[in-house]
């Protein structure tokens, strides 16, 4: 009983740490895998940095990001893929079923974005679906795994599937897109696949964001190789 209380206790204080608006705004903006300084945050939050360090200090003490210092500088990331997958379905929650997207965010937010390490929004819905469709992936609740066809079309990309099966990390599972309501591929196969569109220059990432543009040779070959459009 102890043990079921002390759970609860500490899920509710992590709860309250996301839910103050400047450190939820800090969290969701290292959504993205980069990692910033405080001052950076400070502006994100639209707080003084005096107060960002302490919502940053806050959410590292509760397990939600952390620091590396580098010289004079310390920069802040998320703690890990465990934070940015709940983060995720906390903004699957708050948007409701009935609802597909906050109208104020850009359209290219959900044409494309990161979750993280791997790809969020339209692009990344649809990939999922046609790699089950292709029948290159397996589909499970709590994990996904690729069929031998599958292997074979994702190691023409350039993906070592059992260098990704070997990280210590899930290896693939369905992450439910917020905008979209449904699935994309999450996972270390999930970062693979964006740092296969990344290098190929289908797709190219925003500085100060989240949003990923397609390029038109992305464009091309996402249709030519998954027939896969935007």
């Known amino acids: 009983m102890d043990v079921e209380f002390s759970a609860e206790k500490a899920a509710s204080r992590i709860a309250a740490a996301i839910g103050e608006p400047a450190r939820a705004r800090i969290l969701y903006c290292l ?53 940015a997958a709940a983060l995720e379905a906390l903004m699957v929650v708050a948007v409701g079923p009935d609802n597909r997207f906050i109208s104020a965010t850009p359209q290219r937010l959900r044409a494309a974005r990161t979750c993280y390490d791997h790809m969020a929004g339209t692009i990344a819905v649809a990939l999922h679906d046609r790699f089950e469709q292709r029948g290159w992936v397996v589909l499970a609740p709590d994990a996904y795994d690729i069929t031998p066809a599958g292997e074979r079309a994702l190691a023409a990309f350039g993906i ?8 210590r990390r899930r290896f693939a599972y369905g992450c439910v897109d917020w905008s979209e309501r449904k699935p994309h591929i999450a996972g270390a196969l999930g970062a693979a ?18 949003a990923l543009r397609v390029t038109r040779s992305g464009q091309r070959d996402l249709q030519r190789h998954f027939g896969v459009s935007l």
Do not use: F
């Open 160 to 167: 070592d599937i059992e260098a990704t099966r070997a990280l």
């Open 193 to 210: 696949l964006l740092q296969v569109a990344l290098k190929r220059k289908w797709l190219t990432q925003d500085l100060d964001s989240r």
């Open 31 to 83: 959504l993205d895998g980069h990692a910033r300084t405080s001052t950076e945050l400070a502006l994100v939050a639209e707080v003084s940095p005096s107060t960002a360090s302490v919502h940053l200090t806050h959410l590292k003490d509760r397990g939600l990001v952390r620091v590396l210092a580098q010289g004079k500088h310390r920069y802040y990331s998320l703690e890990g893929a465990h934070t």
